[in-house]
């Protein structure tokens, strides 16, 4: 069995063993919800509906094992985000209803830390807030639009910091913080949720391969299992699957961790146990203090695969990993030069419309939730406990959200898809480097945003 190489997965190997797979008796049951794929989206899927109506029959079914994919790779932070902005929320949905996803966002990242104690999964459930840097004067821009954007709708809480005030980076001009944002470890989390949906009587069957998803029916390769309703809960891996390899787009993002830090450096460079930090470059990059004061920092940059292709080879890309920590230490010199102890990366499923959906169709039974990009981790709980609620028809005030819709954007046949995407991914850097030179948005900026939804 192949294992990712991410630091979480590392300090839980002794918790790996992958589940039984499906077994022919799971084959003849008449099952309420069968769900493809045990990560977050999955179980908190499982979990909503099991709260819902405990008595229902739950499958959910996992090609490696619960947390093999992004769920269990990430970075760990569990933020408000949402892969679409503010603003962009009020041009679709109106005020009222864009407001309302940001409340619930910022509502889950308490809610995420409350169920994993209510289950009494020990994640290091931390909210020490984030930290976002600017080092170049169009940084500041962008940090004092961001305030202003907040102020604008009166929800979000961002403040500005005066360098002194914040984080130690050479060249700093100052940040913003933002208090909702707290931290996890992702496997620890993802491995206590499967086992929270087998104590409250659902079905994880692992090393089972779904191949299509079909009205009220899901094929694996261990044979057909029927449900009144089937979800698809395979984020990035959808592209894996039959008829579904246009819905989200796979893109990776790589992470390295280094070594435990000593409380020295910690001190110096002002980062409290828990906290997270980015900074206001156009290529996302996130970072945070682990609880065992590592940092575990990771970007985007790496290529994308022509078809929506995944390999486990894909993980790790060595001139991403070395520019991964060449980044770390430009941001934070006191650091030294600490063993770079993992390198790994996953795969984020892209919308094309990069809006994140929660989708269920009452004819086919066929549900959908995901198009998180890098948001999932608090996100995933919101979506999948509203597709809970859409499944079992709980009126609650979640299947009101701008979340939920009737239709899901397909991207572009190749090559289109993979021209269009390595423009963003190029343009990215390219933007970054002449907009720190000029200090001014750029054209190649400008195009960027609007590829990526902006
Ligand atoms: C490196 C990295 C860093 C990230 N950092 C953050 C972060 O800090 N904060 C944040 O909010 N988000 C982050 N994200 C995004 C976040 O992790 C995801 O949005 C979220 O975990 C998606 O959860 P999911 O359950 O929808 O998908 P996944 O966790 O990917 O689950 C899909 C599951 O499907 C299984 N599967 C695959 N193919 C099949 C098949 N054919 N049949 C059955 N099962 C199958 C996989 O094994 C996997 O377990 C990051 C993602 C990556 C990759």
Request: charged residues 20%.
């Amino acid at each position: 069995m192949h294992h990712p190489t991410s630091l979480w997965h590392d300090q839980i190997r002794h918790d790996l063993t992958p589940r039984e797979p499906l077994t022919s008796h799971d084959n003849s049951v008449s099952w309420d919800v069968v769900i493809a794929g045990a990560g977050f989206t999955g179980l908190w899927t499982a979990l909503g509906v099991l709260t819902n109506n405990p008595e229902a029959k739950v499958l959910v079914l996992d090609k490696y094992y619960a947390g093999f994919g992004a769920s269990g790779r990430n970075g760990g932070w569990v933020s408000a985000l949402f892969p679409t902005e503010t603003a962009g929320l009020v041009k679709r949905h109106g005020l009222d209803k864009a407001l309302a996803m940001r409340r619930e966002m910022i509502a889950a990242v308490d809610s995420v830390g409350e169920w994993a104690k209510t289950l009494d999964i020990d994640c290091g459930y931390t909210k020490a807030g984030t930290t976002v840097m600017a080092r170049k004067p169009i940084e500041v821009t962008r940090a004092n639009a961001s305030i202003a954007e907040t102020r604008k709708y009166g929800v979000d809480s961002l403040t500005w910091r005066e360098p002194g005030e914040t984080l130690n980076s050479p060249g700093l001009l100052g940040a913003t913080f933002n208090p909702n944002t707290a931290t996890i470890h992702p496997a620890k989390l993802v491995r206590g949720l499967a086992r929270a949906v087998e104590a409250m009587g659902g079905v994880v069957r692992e090393q089972t391969t779904v191949t299509k998803i079909s009205p009220r029916q899901v094929t694996t390769d261990r044979g057909v299992v029927r449900g009144h309703a089937v979800v698809d809960a395979l984020e990035a891996y959808r592209a894996t699957v039959s008829g579904r390899k246009r819905v989200t787009l796979p893109l990776y993002s790589l992470m390295i961790a280094t070594e435990p830090l000593p409380e020295t450096v910690w001190d110096d460079i002002g980062l409290a146990p828990g906290e997270t930090f980015s900074d206001y470059r156009r290529l996302i990059i996130y970072g945070q203090r682990t609880s065992d004061n590592r940092f575990a920092f990771g970007g985007r940059g790496a290529p994308y695969h022509f078809g929506s292709t995944i390999k486990h080879s894909y993980d790790t890309v060595g001139r991403v990993h070395e520019a991964l920590t060449d980044t770390l230490t430009d941001l934070f010199p006191q650091m030294g030069t600490p063993a770079i102890t993992h390198r790994w990366g996953g795969p984020l499923g892209i919308p094309r419309d990069w809006h994140a959906r929660v989708v269920f169709n009452t004819t086919t039974g066929i549900g959908i939730a995901g198009g998180y990009v890098g948001d999932g981790v608090g996100l995933s709980q919101v979506a999948g406990f509203t597709l809970a609620d859409l499944i079992t028809t709980t009126n609650s005030h979640r299947v009101d959200l701008p979340l939920v819709d009737t239709r899901w954007p397909q991207w572009e046949p190749e090559p289109l898809r993979y021209l269009g995407t390595m423009v963003g991914i190029i343009g990215t850097s390219i933007a970054d480097a002449r907009e720190s030179k000029t200090n001014k948005p750029s054209l190649v900026g400008r195009i960027v945003d609007g590829l990526t939804g902006h």
